[in-house]
Structure formats: structure tokens, C-alpha cells
């Protein structure tokens, strides 16, 4: 009688995963690309050994229609039309994908991934919150992949989707430098432990202020560095500030500002000092909030084109839905324009400070 052989089962991901005692997420790395994944080499070994004799079942992919987007935008007046840009970009592309968002804010005492939540997800978008490799990890081992928006992320495990906050400063110190300022003071906030969104932004702004100075040939300037803390109150920090660039023997001529709303106190308090704008100090910001079209003179300012971000997070979930094998997880920054408008002129020298 002649016996025929059975070819072993198949393995999932998950029973390599607990075959090697690691995680699902890693038993996709090293079966995408053993030469690259970013493990050990024992770790490798082991999972390319439990895999040698045995075919893998493919990963089922949901059906679900669902897109989440966990977010936490905090109460700032001033995110109130940033937080409302991103969603529309995001429920915008997910529209054109057939797809329904829905948003999650994360009230207090929620935990991150709520299991129910994800359970009915197809994909996650997770926006300006802080997350760790291994809640991450957790959520891909459910088979959902996940983008992270604006986030402070402690894991290369997926896509990442951000502000380009270098190339945002490179286009304000441009602008001025190009209508011929020279000595342009840089104006921030002192970010802290509980700062939104958790500090990265003010020194990768920071940075890049520094970096593009020396890149156009421009004054460089202790003095003209400005981080004020806004616990006394910002009015009365950004007076103190203003003051002390007026008592230089040269005074700026121009201020790039963190973001919209910093501008706007800038050039508030600028004016209540008897400073023309922008006759005597060009002011300009970066965000493109709303209000800064209503002041007078109207802010100039650099959008990160936050609608840009949201669909680009949704097109990352597609990829991910359609072919997960598609590339490695990438980091990704849109580009942002230049919104010219009164608040910047060219330096004048007929008139005296104020």
C-alpha cells in the first residue's frame, strides 16, 4: 500500500510569532526582507528556521470600510482651524477612496488603542500623540496598519506623516532675505515637557532658523535669538523682548516667528511700542491660521498645507491595505508655500526707531 505524504500546514504570521517569541510585526520584517530588517541576528535566524519546511498562510486583510483617526488636538485656541485642516484632509481622500472616517478624540482616561476601536477599523490614522514602539506593535499584530500624523513616535515600524518644519523656516528667511533684511531676529516659545506638539517642532524651527541664516549669508546674532517663556504672560515676555532688540546698536529689521499666533503678538506689541509694521519690522509667521488674514497689516506667513498632510496619511493606509508589501515604512513631508502678504516689506533706513 502506497502511503502518500501530506504537506505540513501553513503557518500565520501570529503562530511564527509565538513559535519564535516575538512579535507579529517582526515576523513581517524579516519575512519582507531578511537582509534589511532592522533585528538581531539571532532573531532572524530563528524566524527563518521555524519558516524553512513550512509554507506561510498569506495575512487575510479586512474587508472593513472604516478608517479611524485617533487624535488629541488639545483645547489651544490657536488649533482649533490647524486640527480642522488635517481632518479635512483626511476625510477628504478617504471620500474619494469610498471610505468612512471616524474620529476618535481620546477623552480623558481612554486608552490609546482601545481594542473595540481598532477591531472595527480597516486602518488607523494616529494624530499629535505621543506613541511607543510597542503600542504600535500591538496594533499591527491585529493586522491594522497604521500612520502616524504629526506624531512623536518612538517606533520605524510604519509610515510617519509631517509638517516639513526645516523647509518651512527655509522659505520665511528667504522671503526676507530676498526684500534685502539682513539682521532678522528669530521670535519662540520655551517649550516644555507638556508642550503641544511635545517640543520637536520648536527646535527642529530652530534649527533650521540657524541654518538658513548661514545659508543666505546673513547676520548672525546672539542677541537676535528670542525664547520667551509665556508662563508671566505672552504680551508681557514679548514686550520685555522687543524692548531689549530696540536698545541694540543695530536693531532687527525683521522677525521670523515660530508659528502664526507668536506673530501676532509680535506684531501687536511691535506696534504698542511705536514700531511700524512693516516699515520698521517686517513680521512673518508659520501655519496659516485664519486671523492672520484679518490683522492689519495682514500677517505674512508660511502654510505647511495641512490638507496636504491628511490625504497623503489616507494614501499611505490605502497603500498599506492594498499591498502591505509595497516599500518599507517611509517618513513623509509635504511641501509648504509662501503666503505673501503686508506684515513684510523691505528694510528702510530713512526712519529712526521709535
Not at 519575512?31 to 535566524?45: F, G, H, I, K, N
Not at 507638556?194 to 534649527?207: C, D, I, Q, V, Y
Not at 523682548?241 to 509680535?266: G, I, K, Q
Not at 498599506?320 to 509595497?326: G, Q, T
Request: aromatic share 4%.
Amino acid at each position: 500500500m502506497t502511503s502518500l505524504s501530506r504537506r505540513p500546514a501553513a503557518l500565520t504570521q501570529a503562530e511564527i510569532a509565538r513559535l519564535c517569541a516575538v512579535s507579529q510585526a517582526t515576523v513581517s520584517l524579516v519575512l519582507r526582507d531578511p537582509e534589511t530588517a532592522r533585528v538581531s541576528a539571532s532573531t532572524r535566524d530563528r524566524i527563518l528556521q521555524a519558516v524553512a519546511d513550512r509554507p506561510i498562510r498569506p495575512v487575510q486583510r479586512r474587508r472593513g470600510r472604516r478608517i479611524g483617526l485617533l487624535a488629541n488636538f488639545g483645547t489651544h485656541p490657536g488649533i482649533a482651524g490647524y486640527a480642522e485642516r488635517l481632518v479635512a484632509g483626511v476625510q477628504e481622500r478617504a471620500a474619494s477612496y469610498k471610505r468612512n472616517v471616524v474620529v476618535d478624540s481620546l477623552a480623558s482616561g481612554r486608552p490609546l488603542f482601545d481594542h473595540q476601536f481598532v477591531a472595527s477599523c480597516a486602518g488607523l490614522v494616529v494624530c499629535h500623540l505621543r506613541i511607543t514602539e510597542d503600542q504600535v506593535a500591538k496594533v499591527l499584530d491585529a493586522g491594522v496598519p497604521v500612520v502616524l500624523l504629526e506624531c512623536d513616535a518612538g517606533t520605524e515600524r510604519c509610515d510617519v506623516v509631517r509638517v516639513d518644519n526645516c523647509g518651512s523656516v527655509v522659505l520665511a528667511v528667504r522671503h526676507l532675505a530676498e526684500q534685502g533684511h539682513r539682521r532678522i531676529a528669530w521670535y519662540g516659545q520655551r517649550p516644555d515637557g507638556n508642550s503641544w506638539p511635545h517640543g520637536r517642532a520648536h527646535f527642529e524651527r530652530l534649527a533650521a532658523f540657524r541654518t538658513a541664516c548661514a545659508a543666505f549669508g546673513l547676520d548672525e546674532d546672539p542677541d537676535l535669538i528670542g525664547i520667551v517663556d509665556h508662563e508671566a504672560g505672552p504680551s508681557d515676555a514679548t514686550r520685555r523682548l522687543l524692548e531689549r532688540w530696540r536698545s541694540l546698536p543695530e536693531p532687527p529689521t525683521a522677525v521670523a516667528c515660530y508659528n502664526d499666533l507668536h506673530a501676532l503678538t509680535v506684531q501687536r506689541e511691535a506696534q504698542s511700542l511705536g514700531w511700524e509694521v512693516p516699515a520698521q519690522l517686517s513680521i512673518i509667521g508659520i501655519d496659516a491660521i485664519a486671523p492672520g488674514a484679518l490683522s492689519v497689516p495682514a500677517l505674512t506667513t508660511v502654510d505647511p498645507c495641512l490638507e496636504q498632510l491628511g490625504r497623503a496619511a489616507i494614501d499611505q493606509v490605502m497603500l498599506r491595505l492594498e499591498n502591505d508589501e509595497a516599500a518599507m515604512p517611509t517618513i513623509i513631508h509635504c511641501h509648504p508655500r509662501l503666503v505673501p502678504r503686508a506684515s513684510v516689506a523691505a528694510p528702510t533706513v530713512e526712519k529712526d526707531m521709535p
